[in-house]
């Protein structure tokens, strides 16, 4: 016998991962797609235009989850204050720097400004205006696994 939406204890609106590429029964991707306000009237009582209006009369916009984190509101706590519900925010990394110490020969480090190279001879220490190389990927993340993220209707 197939779970109703009271049974199973989600509401219109609830959120959930899901490890398949089609939404389960009662539930629509999370895609960020202009669905009909008549045909999801349930779901739209919950979020309305938070997520877009679509075409301001027949339509709304799902949230858009494919690829993103979520983050909670800050509602009035401060770590991310100014930010509205259903709001998108780009990456970030938190300013910071990183120290050289001790001696780096010269193929470890590029110089920049004018600044030159301190000390005689071989290995070189590194002045002020020496810049560590970049290293690493094209975004922060932690460790995850990718699941399709649904919204109940």
Not at 10 to 27: E, I, L, N, S, Y
Not at 96 to 104: D, R, T
Not at 109 to 130: H, N, R
Request: glycine residues 16%; contains cysteine; hydrophobic residues 35%.
């Amino acid at each position: 016998m197939p779970m109703t939406a009271q049974a199973s204890g989600f509401k219109p609106g609830d959120v959930k991962p899901w490890p398949g590429t089609t939404a389960p029964a009662g539930w629509i991707k999370a895609n960020g797609a202009l669905v009909s306000r008549t045909a999801y009237a349930a779901l739209f009582a919950v979020i309305g235009t938070t997520f877009g209006a679509g075409d301001g009369s027949t339509t709304f916009a799902l949230p858009d989850l494919r690829g993103e984190f979520i983050r909670g509101l800050d509602d009035g706590r401060g770590v991310d204050s100014g930010r509205g519900l259903g709001t998108f925010q780009a990456g970030d990394m938190a300013s910071h720097n990183h120290n050289i110490s001790g001696y780096v020969s010269q193929s470890q480090i590029t110089c920049s400004g004018g600044g030159g190279w301190a000390g005689v001879g071989f290995p070189y220490m590194a002045t002020s205006s020496s810049v560590i190389q970049a290293a690493g990927g094209a975004e922060n993340r932690p460790r995850n696994i990718a699941m399709l993220n649904c919204i109940k209707y």
